[in-house]
């Protein structure tokens, strides 16, 4: 059927009713006609049998709509009226009456601003416009949804509020800059969608919002509308004092978590722990522990469980499984109330081939690269962001300055950046093309990891930009001003895989692998360092850090204390994954509860008292981190006994008198009468041994004074005699500094 002018031009209702008509705002809506002598309304309300314009000021009839065919396609002219004016839609079903708001009767409400910003890849904030956002726009509450799909031909919003009919709310194009908007007032919170995407080829796509703020779990997966609600922080103080923080300067020990695992709930132990029980359970226990900070693995939502949150489809949706985002918000809320910092593992390396989300968005290759040697990823199955695409970097830019600023992390730590620093990671030679130089550097993405860093780092002084990079790459931790990466810390992946191999070894054969404890200190101070115990050690048949040590229990809980203390003395900041601070004698798995039952025997018990107490010892003792990453903060008094297992050293802070004596014995043999130098001719008090009864020890221990001779020793003009304990750790300080306070 054609139909002729004033309504339609001839073919497009046909176009309008098969979906092929893209334009569809210069062809439904109100539009001035007869050279601006009336108004006409076109609408397509598919089952619709009547339509009636209503003035929006004061809901009156102003012209009821001509069927123009039975497919709900309908028009007519405003009777006398020329100037627009703000209207409704009165549907009349075959079983009911429907007051609609016309999407089409507004213009666009994207800023000019905005556009370019993205455009030009140095947007921070598209999740304002981009996504569904609530806007008021001319007296009406309603939801703005934005797309990018540059080489789209058509696309639609789909979802519970038009009965999944892509033929309902087709959004504009702007061809300039690749968006597609729409403003919808008849849309509730909570309401789910998508977009209905035609790509290039004709063939529709159906894909979740890449900027959806919530998420419906799988198989469905549709993105959900945002609520209204605000959250009301209560943290401004502890704001305020972030920004004036020197993070390299205090002390910072982090507990890492998979929420989901942590602690399950239910008959069967099988429920997910919601945000209000962690609020109940895991802040306190975090406050009495000790610890300053917690890393939270990812918690973007992601559709398999197995991937620990490590290939998100939502970037911008916290998980359904313990929440929703204002439960998160508190979360992080009562953690600030506590003093407790909060870290966001965040993945901008990689994304999976989910088909609702990135992979080929509009039917092209929009967020990764055609070339698969460029844009896929060998290890995991995944697709590598193009860090070169400016809109692809206005994306990922948004999304780390959205959790800072929408949920006040403390800061981000970067899941493999070393797979996107070099082209040829985890390939093969054929596998890989070269940088414009001939080289293996990724100088996209390390262009995108300095702006990142320089950034956020400008947005919201006092947070933490960390790195999980494997490799020798120099200056992670330098300045973007002086060439640097910009990140604030990196994890020591060395000195983790170093020392696990050594306390995996036999004692016996320990002092051939002396050089694994020491080496760490050649290149401690070239980087701003983390030691990380992660979940990466705990899993794919690694066994636990318990399960690592040879020997009977008595001898793996001792080494195990032991390890602890040299690793809570050693320069650098501290990371333990969550199960480690009671000695978890499983290998992780990220479906079960940690077995905390373990906690009723004496050895879990010991250790999880020596952590505390360990970093009770940490917070208290600025000679443990304030010179975390200056070479003169530590000093070797005997890094060559290999024959008997034993390290000494020594930690200062910046007031040199304030100084921490460490000894640290990876034997079981026991040394009484050993001399050790000390810098002061003050007498010593030990502090802390691992050996101590309470943490299940044999309790061969210093107990009172340990008096300073004038006895040379160890490159000191003075000295003490302590005894040794067996596969233990001791710190010693000077009297002068225990009575002080």
């Not at 390939?427 to 956020?456: K, S, T, Y």
């Not at 000195?495 to 696990?500: A, I, K, R």
């Not at 054969?509 to 705990?538: K, N, W």
């Amino acid at each position: 059927m054609t139909v002729a002018t004033p309504y339609f031009e001839q073919g497009s209702e046909i176009a309008l009713v098969n979906g092929e008509y893209t334009d569809v705002f210069s062809l439904l809506g109100m539009h001035s006609a007869n050279e601006g002598k009336s108004l006409i309304v076109r609408c397509f309300i598919p089952g619709a049998t009547a339509v009636d314009v209503l003035s929006a000021k004061d809901g009156r009839k102003v012209a009821s709509l001509e069927p123009l065919d039975n497919q709900g396609v309908f028009a007519g002219k405003m009777g006398r009226r020329v100037k627009p004016f703000a209207y409704t839609l009165r549907v009349q079903y075959p079983l009911c009456e429907q007051i609609i708001t016309d999407p089409y009767q507004y213009d666009s409400l994207l800023d000019p601003q905005d556009v370019y910003l993205f455009g030009e890849g140095s947007q921070l904030q598209g999740y304002r416009f981009q996504g569904a956002n609530w806007r008021e726009h001319q007296g009406v509450k309603g939801i703005h949804f934005c797309v990018w799909a540059p080489n789209a031909q058509k696309v639609a919003l789909i979802g519970d509020f038009n009965v999944w009919d892509a033929k309902r709310h087709v959004m504009r194009f702007h061809p300039a800059s690749g968006l597609w908007d729409i403003f919808v007032v008849d849309v509730e919170a909570g309401q789910h969608y998508k977009f209905a995407i035609t790509d290039a080829n004709g063939h529709t796509l159906v894909k979740s919002d890449p900027y959806a703020v919530s998420m419906q779990p799988s198989p469905h997966n549709a993105s959900i509308t945002p609520s209204e609600e605000c959250y009301q922080w209560q943290d401004s103080g502890w704001l305020q004092q972030r920004m004036l923080s020197k993070s390299h300067e205090q002390p910072m020990s982090i507990y890492e978590v998979h929420l989901a695992s942590w602690r399950r709930t239910g008959e069967a132990g099988q429920e997910y722990t919601d945000y209000g029980q962690l609020i109940s359970e895991l802040v306190p226990y975090v406050k009495e522990m000790g610890f300053t900070h917690l890393q939270l693995m990812p918690i973007s939502e992601y559709p398999f469980d197995g991937s620990w949150g490590y290939q998100p489809v939502g970037l911008y949706a916290p998980t359904y499984r313990f929440g929703d985002a204002n439960g998160l918000k508190a979360f992080i809320d009562a953690c600030h109330q506590q003093d407790i910092a909060v870290l966001l593992d965040w993945v901008p390396a990689h994304f999976p081939r989910d088909p609702h989300g990135l992979v080929r968005f509009d039917g092209s290759c929009l967020y990764e690269h055609e070339d698969p040697r460029k844009g896929e990823h060998p290890d995991w199955d995944t697709l590598i962001y193009n860090y070169g695409r400016a809109e692809v970097r206005s994306f990922l830019f948004s999304n780390a300055h959205y959790w800072l600023d929408e949920f006040h992390f403390d800061g981000l730590r970067l899941d493999a950046v070393s797979s996107m620093l070099y082209l040829d990671y985890s390939r093969n030679a054929d596998q890989w093309v070269p940088n414009e130089f001939g080289g293996r550097e990724n100088l996209q993405a390390i262009q995108f990891l300095q702006e990142l860093n320089a950034r956020m780092y400008q947005c919201f002084p006092g947070i933490n930009m960390i790195a999980e990079e494997s490799t020798a790459w120099p200056g992670v931790t330098q300045s973007t001003d002086h060439n640097g990466l910009g990140f604030g810390f990196k994890w020591n992946m060395g000195w983790m895989n170093d020392t696990l191999r050594y306390i995996s070894c036999d004692p016996l054969y320990r002092r051939y692998h002396h050089g694994e404890l020491t080496f760490s200190l050649v290149y401690a101070f070239t980087e701003q360092f983390i030691l990380s115990l992660s979940h990466d050690e705990v899993v794919h048949g690694k066994g636990s850090v318990l399960h690592k040590i040879p020997g009977d229990d008595w001898q793996k809980f001792a080494t195990l204390r032991a390890y602890y203390g040299f690793m809570w003395s050693h320069p650098g900041k501290k990371l333990l994954f969550m199960g480690n601070e009671f000695a978890q004698r499983n290998e992780w798995d990220h479906n079960q509860s940690l077995d905390w039952h373990l906690l009723e025997y004496t050895p879990h018990q010991g250790i999880q008292d020596w952590v505390r107490d360990l970093n009770q010892c940490y917070l208290q003792t600025p000679a443990l981190y304030e010179c975390d990453h200056q070479s003169d903060g530590f000093a070797w008094f005997d890094c060559n006994n290999a024959d008997n297992n034993i390290l000494v050293y020594c930690r200062y802070a910046k007031d040199k008198q304030q100084h921490v004596i460490i000894v640290v014995n990876m034997s079981p043999q026991v040394h009484h009468g050993f001399r050790v130098g000390v810098p002061s001719c003050d007498n010593y008090i030990e502090i802390l041994n691992s050996d101590h009864g309470h943490y299940g020890g044999s309790h061969v221990i210093n107990d009172g004074m340990c008096i300073t001779s004038s006895t040379q020793w160890q490159g000191m003009e003075n000295s003490i005699v302590i005894s040794v304990p067996p596969l233990g750790c001791a710190y010693f300080v000077p009297e002068s500094l225990v009575e002080a306070e």
